[in-house]
């Protein structure tokens, strides 16, 4: 497809400046109207360009012998800049996923703090010093792994790509986002920040690439670690492939989770979390709280009330003040989320809410428009209930007992997050302890702190980013032993 004079065009960055376009063309549509809107090119020649660079510019000056310090400086520069750029970022973010603008922008303003965060941990970030023997000591440092790929998602290449870019720069490691190729806008543009900044060249590249160039990203012999945001069914065939080659991969893959209502909760508080928890950014989060599990002396109240909830969110195009949710991303997940309520449909359940195209205009009757959906009158083993959906649908279930919420919240391949919501302190306690999740919140939902680990269990995800534990994952221990005493020989006599 030909690039028209007036779109955008996109080219993998390294080494500081954009190579130029060359290989695949790949059209990026706006998912509000389905209007091409740029081009971005998957070249061949960028993986083994980018890997080079990256291998050369960890190893180089001033890079290599950077100490923390100097690179906290450098980070926060870059979390400023981030800041100052959220909303031309924002847009961007907005292009690529559908979200609506106030929320892009918002979200790019809190990315920024991700950076100030890890420069601030590298202020306590010392070796430790153990006594081994009464002349011997050992210290124990951490050490960056060296050229790290970040295959980001097209939910929020930006905002996602930082938990990952940020720690890893932290720790001293050079980095090659690889964006979705139907996303790749606000990767580039980070990168372009990020020299901006001060950062070395090729410290910080870009490689605009398809399944295959996160393969060959992956499997290439100058790097080090993968670090993987995306569906499970990808991170088993990838992860495999990263650990034939004994590279440390660290993957957030799908999610499923269950948000549970018990009857003694506050109801309208469950009512608003389980709102925001299930739709915002048109339920293209991983955590989305897509499976609602009411207990059923408050499931009729609850259902009124969800669904009145539910009613009131605007759908709008990204770019207008009014609108609380856009599209979703694009064709191929506008098609998939339909199916979804269908089959369901097919198999008994009833949509209580949504389920129909919305009319917004002729401006965007080209879009990828899906109304917010509620689904009731499901049951565990359908499909619905049990795989990973990325958009604005949610199915209500109806449970009895504390066992049986545990156990269907349990029951799927998942373990991203959960949440449930109770006055019953010792409730907390027992039910916390039971869900099987990487996160779960309490009287809330979908609460990120970039103070918090966050990953999953089961088909979920390995390791975890965000809190200083994310510093570990980028890193690598060297333990340094110093005999301070006279060599003793056991064979001298």
């Known amino acids: 497809m030909p690039t028209s004079a007036n779109q955008d065009v996109f080219t993998s960055y390294i080494a500081g400046a954009a190579i130029a376009p060359a290989g695949r063309e790949v059209p990026l549509h706006d998912p509000s109207t389905g209007a091409v809107w740029a081009t971005a090119f998957v070249s061949d020649e960028a993986v083994e360009l980018a890997t080079a660079n990256a291998a050369k510019a960890f190893r180089c000056e001033p890079w290599a012998s950077m100490t923390g310090y100097e690179r906290a400086i450098l980070l926060r520069k870059l979390g400023a800049l981030i800041a100052a750029n959220a909303d031309r970022l924002g847009t961007l973010e907005s292009l690529a996923n559908g979200k609506s603008h106030a929320a892009t922008s918002a979200e790019m303003k809190a990315t920024a703090t991700w950076y100030d965060y890890y420069a601030s941990a590298l202020d306590t970030h010392d070796d430790i010093l153990r006594t081994v023997s009464r002349t011997a ?93 995306g569906s499970t069914a990808t991170a088993k065939v990838l992860g495999a492939k990263v650990a034939a080659g004994m590279k440390r991969f660290v993957c957030e893959a799908g999610g499923k989770s269950a948000h549970i209502v018990f009857a003694d909760g506050d109801i309208d508080g469950a009512v608003i979390a389980a709102t925001q928890g299930a739709f915002s950014g048109s339920g293209q989060t991983c955590v989305a709280g897509s499976r609602i599990l009411v207990q059923s002396e408050i499931y009729d109240t609850f259902v009124e ?18 609108a609380h949710i856009g599209p979703v991303a694009n064709k191929r997940q506008y098609e998939r989320i339909n199916n ?57 279930q109806r449970f009895e007992s504390e066992d049986e919420a545990i156990s269907m919240a ?84």
């Open 137 to 229: 000591d050992a210290r124990i440092v951490r050490e960056p792994l060296g050229v790290v790929v970040a295959i980001t998602p097209f939910n929020g290449a930006l905002s996602l790509g930082s938990w990952k870019l940020a720690p890893a720069l932290a720790m001293g490691n050079a980095v090659i986002l690889k964006p979705p190729a139907e996303a790749p806008g606000s990767s580039i543009a980070l990168a372009e920040l990020a020299i901006e900044a001060g950062f070395p060249v090729g410290i910080v590249n870009v490689v605009i690439g398809d399944a295959i160039a996160s393969e060959a990203l992956a499997t290439h012999r100058d790097v080090n670690m993968v670090s993987f945001t």
């Open 340 to 396: 979804f309520v269908s089959e369901a449909v097919e198999a008994g359940a009833r949509v209580a809410s949504g389920g129909q195209r919305p009319d917004l205009g002729p401006d965007l009757a080209k879009g990828y428009w899906v109304q917010p959906t509620v689904v009731v009158d499901v049951s565990s083993d359908m499909r619905i209930c049990r795989e990973e959906i990325f958009g604005p649908v949610v199915t209500v």
């Open 305 to 322: 009330r969800y669904i009145a909830s539910v009613g009131r969110i605007r759908l709008g195009h990204p770019s207008s003040p009014r």
């Open 410 to 493: 349990n029951g799927v391949d998942y373990g991203l997050a959960a949440g449930f919501w109770t006055r019953d302190i010792d409730r907390v306690r027992r039910v916390s302890r039971r869900l099987q999740a990487g996160t779960v919140w309490v009287n809330t939902y979908r609460a990120i702190n970039l103070r918090v680990p966050f990953g999953g269990y089961k088909q979920s995800g390995i390791g975890r980013e965000n809190g200083v534990e994310a510093l570990e994952e980028f890193s690598q221990i060297k333990a340094i032993v110093v005999e301070h005493g006279p060599a003793a020989d056991p064979f001298a006599n």
